[in-house]
Structure formats: structure tokens, C-alpha cells
């Protein structure tokens, strides 16, 4: 069988029956009508969770990316200097409330102005 051969012609759907099958095979083969246009509409209804998760979705993105921004606009840090922020979180110096709210003003104050540089939002 040649795939190339074109006597196949392009292919029908099920309800296409050619001019040439003969009334017996017709009355046999139930043939499938299809509906006026008019009759037929199709709707999409969504849900006003689904679209609420899709804002919030939406707000999770940006916020990724605001922090994507913000993590590689900040320089590297030594290893030193690592070895060290890691120790203080092992025992517990981040988790006081006023060293984290003085750390958060330093944070925000030194990565805004950056993201505003490189055309990000800040909030």
C-alpha cells in the first residue's frame, strides 16, 4: 500500500457517504444529520471560586516574581558571611519579633530602590 497514493483521498468524516453506495447500504447505515448552527451554542460557565483562585494565583505569581527580582539584585554573600546568618538562625535569633521587624525595614529599605532600578513593583 503506497501512503502517497492519492485514489485514497483525504479522509471523511463517518457521516460522509459518497454518491455512489447503492440504497441497500444506506438503510443499513444509520446516517447522522447534523443540527442547524442556530441550535447548537456552547457555554462556559465559571465558577466564582474558580475565579477567585485564579486571582490568587495571579497575586502568588507576582509576588514570586517581585521576590525573584529582589534575590538577584542582591550581591553575593562570602562564605563567611553565610557560615555566619546560619548559625544565628540554628539558635534562634531570627525568631525574636523585634529582630525580625528590624530585619524586614532593612530588607525592604535596601531591596526596593533595586527593584524600582530594574522596573519591578514594590508593592
Do not use: C, W
Amino acid at each position: 500500500m503506497n501512503v502517497n497514493d492519492s485514489s485514497f483521498g483525504p479522509l471523511r468524516p463517518a457521516a460522509y457517504r459518497p454518491a455512489d453506495v447503492d440504497a441497500k447500504d444506506q438503510a443499513a447505515t444509520p446516517r447522522t444529520e447534523a443540527a442547524p448552527a442556530a441550535e447548537h451554542t456552547d457555554r462556559i460557565e465559571i465558577s466564582q471560586e474558580a475565579r477567585e483562585a485564579s486571582a490568587s494565583q495571579d497575586q502568588i505569581e507576582r509576588e514570586v516574581e517581585f521576590a525573584r527580582r529582589a534575590l538577584y539584585s542582591m550581591p553575593p554573600l562570602s562564605e563567611e558571611r553565610a557560615e555566619e546568618l546560619v548559625d544565628q538562625l540554628r539558635q534562634g535569633h531570627y525568631n525574636a519579633p523585634d529582630v525580625l521587624l528590624k530585619l524586614s525595614e532593612r530588607l525592604s529599605n535596601e531591596i526596593a530602590p533595586r527593584i524600582s532600578e530594574a522596573g519591578g513593583e514594590t508593592s
